[in-house]
């Protein structure tokens, strides 16, 4: 989102978004301050769900390893405790995570979905996001394009 100018709006859905703590405070916050004043909500993992992220690389591995992806990082796995806890959606772009979090039963969205959302709320046009596709494409971010223009055309 933030590559194609977007944070402000993403904020704008009416949604909210959590992040675990420990993963603002080491690698968004140094990158992308400001997230908290947009309507970013840093939250703790409550510690059953820290011990439940810890456990899941050695119960995924192979699984993850069969997919020929690089397994998710404990960081990403507090994302996916965070989610399980909270009960909500887990947003990620992350291949690795988005299978294990449907494995586990946790609902997951990433960046099309979203756009998809900000089309929906009248918060953009389609026109709107599909240059924000763009831009996130000149970006060098790797999304499924063909996927992402075909559902965003759908909601003309």
Same mark, same amino acid.
């Given at each position: ?76 796995? %507090? /994302? $996916?405790?965070?989610? @399980? *806890?909270?009960?909500?959606? !887990?947003?990620?772009?992350? =291949?690795?995570? #988005? &299978?294990? +979090? ?28 599909? %240059? /924000? $596709?763009?831009?996130? @494409? *000149?970006?060098?971010?790797? !999304?499924?394009?063909?996927? =992402?223009?075909? #559902? &965003?055309? +759908?909601?003309?």
């Amino acid at each position: 989102m933030e590559c194609a100018g977007l944070l402000a709006l993403l904020f704008r859905l009416p949604e909210r978004f959590g992040i675990p703590d420990l993963l603002y405070y080491e690698e968004i916050e140094p990158g992308t301050p400001g997230l908290e004043a947009l309507g970013l909500e840093v939250m703790e993992v409550q510690g059953e769900f820290v011990a439940w992220a810890q456990a899941m690389p050695a119960r995924y591995a192979a699984v993850v390893a069969a997919q020929r992806g690089s397994p998710p990082g404990h960081n990403d796995y %507090l /994302a $996916l405790a965070l989610a @399980k *806890q909270e009960d909500c959606t !887990l947003l990620t772009g992350d =291949a690795s995570l #988005r &299978l294990v +979090a449907e494995l586990e039963a946790v609902p997951v969205m990433g960046t099309v979905g979203l756009l998809c959302g900000m089309v929906q709320h009248a918060l953009m046009s389609v026109d709107e996001a599909l %240059l /924000a $596709l763009e831009r996130m @494409k *000149q970006g060098k971010r790797r !999304l499924p394009w063909v996927e =992402a223009v075909r #559902r &965003l055309e +759908a909601l003309r």
